[in-house]
C-alpha cells in the first residue's frame, strides 16, 4: 500500500461537489490500459468499501449509495484516474483510497479524507 497518491480531498458542505485524482505513474502504460482501476472508501469503524470500479470493455460499477452522483473515469494518455463526487451528503464522509489492480500487481494508494458536513 501506499504506491499511489490520491489528492483532491477536503471539507466541504452537503450538496457541494469534490474530484479525486490519481495518477498512475509507476505503472507502465501497456499494463495500465488492461488495469481494473477502483475507487474504495473507508469511514471510521467500518471496512473499506468500493465505491466504483471501471475497466477498458468492461461496465463501469458503482455502488448503490453513490449512483447518479459519482463519476469514475480514466485517462489512458496521461495514465490518470479520477472520481468526481456530486450532491456530497455527510456519510460520504469516509478516507478514499485509489485502487489498480494490473492482474500482475495490485496497488493501493495512502487515502485522501473526504469530510462532508450538514
Known amino acids: 500500500q501506499g504506491q499511489l497518491m490520491e489528492s483532491g480531498g477536503g471539507l466541504v458542505q452537503a450538496g457541494g461537489s469534490l474530484r479525486l485524482s490519481c495518477p498512475v505513474s509507476r505503472i507502465i502504460t501497456s499494463e495500465f490500459w488492461g488495469s481494473t482501476l477502483a475507487w474504495y472508501r473507508q469511514a471510521p469503524g467500518k471496512q473499506r468499501d468500493l465505491v466504483a470500479s471501471t475497466r477498458a470493455g468492461s461496465s463501469t460499477n458503482y455502488a448503490d449509495s453513490v449512483k447518479g452522483r459519482f463519476t469514475i473515469s480514466r485517462d489512458n494518455a496521461r495514465k490518470m484516474v479520477y472520481l468526481q463526487m456530486d450532491k456530497l451528503q455527510p456519510e460520504d464522509t469516509a478516507v478514499y483510497f485509489c485502487?489498480?489492480?494490473?492482474?500482475?500487481?495490485?496497488?493501493w494508494g495512502r487515502g485522501t479524507q473526504v469530510t462532508v458536513s450538514s
Open positions: 485502487n489498480v489492480d494490473t492482474g500482475r500487481t495490485d496497488n
